[in-house]
């Protein structure tokens, strides 16, 4: 079963509104990483945060990390269109070092 | 442009046959990731490389090999191959261990007809 597990599925806004985004894992982790994908293309990563981490920022990214509910969630503020893409959260299994996806949110930035 | 280089860039081949991809990580990286991406199966972690070195795997089926060589780069190896094998293959890097940020190719597509 997925240990990574993202919330919604798919989700369309406005330009200019906030998008928020979630996931849900199973295990303890070392850390949680969000990536972003591109119709098709590679990966890009977005964020890290570690498992002693609450919150983390970087230009219109917050992360926020809850370790006691295996949970952790995206904002993007101030949504652009160039913000249209598929978004990952990837744990860091503490036990094993596996890697794990979740199947992604795909968001849709409408004009 | 992440620093990642993979080829072939497309892959089309029948079933039964065997194929490899390469992967050149970023310059400085000690650690090559494989992953599949299907759209049934969504994004799947196959195997990490540290310096040479296995270092965790994933689910990687028993037809599917990897190495990674003395000047770091790295060869996945797909023998007997099934329909179900067609997927984007994305190979990774970071500077040392999993703690860190991956850096992704471009991917290899792989049609298996």
């Known amino acids: 079963s997925q240990q990574g597990e993202e919330d919604p599925q798919a989700l369309s806004i406005q330009e200019g509104e906030n998008a928020t985004m979630n996931c849900s894992y199973k295990t303890s982790i070392n850390n949680l990483q969000w990536y972003r994908q591109n119709s098709g293309r590679g990966l890009v990563h977005l964020i890290l945060?570690?498992?002693?981490?609450r919150e983390k920022h970087s230009g219109r990214l917050r992360v926020t990390l809850d370790t006691s509910k295996k949970s952790s969630s995206l904002l993007i503020t101030a949504s652009r269109a160039a913000d249209t893409a598929s978004y990952f959260c990837a744990t860091d299994a503490s036990r094993d070092d596996k890697i794990i996806f979740g199947k992604g949110t795909r968001l849709h930035i409408l004009p | 442009d992440s620093g990642v280089t993979q080829t072939p860039k497309h892959l089309i081949t029948a079933t039964g046959q065997r194929v490899t991809l390469r992967c050149s990580p970023r310059s400085g990286d000690l650690s090559v990731y494989w992953y599949q991406q299907s759209l049934d199966q969504g994004l799947q972690f196959l195997i990490q490389y540290y310096n040479g070195e296995e270092r965790a795997k994933g689910n990687i089926l028993e037809r599917f090999s990897a190495q990674q060589f003395p000047d770091l780069h790295s060869e996945l190896n797909l023998s007997s191959l099934e329909l179900g094998d067609s997927a984007l293959y994305f190979c990774?890097?970071?500077?040392?261990?999993?703690?860190?940020?991956?850096?992704f190719g471009p991917g290899t597509r792989l049609t298996v007809t």
């Open positions: 945060i570690r498992s002693n981490e």
């Open positions: 990774a890097s970071s500077v040392a261990s999993s703690d860190h940020e991956q850096y």
